[in-house]
């Protein structure tokens, strides 16, 4: 299967053009990645701090966690499908498996690194930042 490279050029782009939009809004519960110390200087008129820095690394990572689950399920569906399709083959057999392997064992470092920066936060950050996190 050979990709153009003005295919390759037009999905750049489009990525490049939509991160604003995906930082702005990544999530109806809330409105931005970028914590409020430096949106606006009326919100923390001393600035940002290390608390902030690690609610930002948490956000972050949740909207990774946001984006890679759609983009799993899609991955499985699309495993499963040339699966199906080229069943008969032992080497089709065995790419589709290691496919799935590589699959789960991203989908584990995601969820592995979303606990440890939520045990960061829970430790480190100021607790009206992380009253929810059980909840």
């Known amino acids: 299967m050979r990709i153009s490279l ?17 930082a702005k809004a990544w999530s109806p519960l809330n409105p931005s990645i970028v914590p409020n110390c430096a949106r606006t200087q009326s919100a923390s008129p ?14 972050i990572l949740d909207v990774f966690i946001w984006l890679s689950i759609p983009i799993a399920t899609i ?45 960061i936060v829970s430790v480190l950050a100021k607790p009206e930042y992380y009253q929810d996190f059980l909840n």
């Open 75 to 119: 991955l499985f569906a699309w495993i499963g499908w040339t699966l199906i399709v080229e069943g008969n083959k032992s080497s089709a057999v065995s790419a589709a498996r290691g496919r799935i392997v590589s699959l789960i064992t991203g989908m584990f470092w995601i969820l592995a690194s979303w606990l440890i920066v939520k045990l």
């Open 46 to 59: 001393d600035g940002c701090h290390w608390s902030d820095l690690i609610i930002l690394m948490d956000t």
């Open 6 to 22: 003005s295919k390759i050029y037009s999905l750049g782009l489009w990525g490049i053009l939509s991160i604003p939009v995906l």
